[in-house]
């Protein structure tokens, strides 16, 4: 059974930094590009970033670039984001997916002070 | 960036009936377009990927079309489990952009 399980979420103050994580299971995690997304309370969903199956090449929304970082550990199955210089308008829950065809149930990222 | 419109933003519906949801790209993207479901407090669920591709384990009752910049998304025989947000997204060049979501209600 493919599952994806967020953590890593929680409260912290503009300017602030978190580290998401997403543990995968029952599926070629190395294999496999994975995305993140989040979605802001009353609002749409937003794609964040994502990586391919080696790391190689990450790419991401214009809106995070320089203070949000992808990475992986395929040893662990594990993916990452570092989450910088954390804004008001970065309070969302964020979803770890699997190629955009699987996800989790997210972690909430609140940034406030 | 590409730009995603869906509409309607909102549609109320019976059970039973068929609704059709649209997403125009504001450039041509092929067919990589794909179709989520999402419901309160739930994570996303895929239902359509290259625009008319089934994923699996979604019943037949959703179905997809379109190709270049103009998509469907159709729900046959709706049921009280398929009220819920939908969105498109392109995935033809980064970022990844989402349609703002159709919000499907009970009438």
């Known amino acids: 059974e493919v599952q994806l399980v967020e953590s890593g979420g929680g409260l912290v103050q503009p300017g602030g930094s978190l580290r998401l994580s997403c543990a995968a299971s029952g599926f070629s995690f190395s294999d496999s590009w994975m995305d993140w997304v989040r979605r802001a309370p009353g609002k749409g969903l937003e794609w964040v970033a994502n990586?391919?199956?080696?790391?190689?090449?990450?790419y991401y929304v214009d809106s995070v670039k320089g203070r949000f970082t992808i990475s992986r550990d395929n040893a662990k199955n594990s993916l990452y984001l570092q989450v910088n210089s954390l804004r008001a308008e970065d309070t969302a829950v964020y979803f770890c997916?699997?190629?955009?065809?699987?996800w989790g149930q997210g972690t909430l990222v609140t940034v406030s002070s | 960036d590409i730009q995603m419109t869906q509409s309607p933003s909102s549609l109320s519906a019976s059970v039973g009936d068929r609704v059709t949801i649209t997403c125009r790209a504001s450039?041509?993207?092929?067919?990589?377009l794909s179709w989520f479901q999402q419901k309160p407090g739930k994570a996303p669920k895929a239902l359509i990927y290259g625009a008319s591709s089934l994923q699996s384990g979604v019943p037949s009752k959703f179905s997809g079309s379109g190709s270049g910049t103009d998509f469907t998304l159709t729900i046959s025989g709706l049921q009280p489990e398929d009220f819920a947000i939908y969105y498109c997204l392109q995935y033809d060049s980064y970022p990844r952009t989402f349609g703002q979501g159709t919000k499907v209600e009970i009438k």
């Open positions: 450039q041509g993207i092929a067919n990589y």
């Open positions: 997916s699997r190629s955009l065809n699987f």
């Open positions: 990586i391919n199956p080696d790391g190689s090449e990450k």
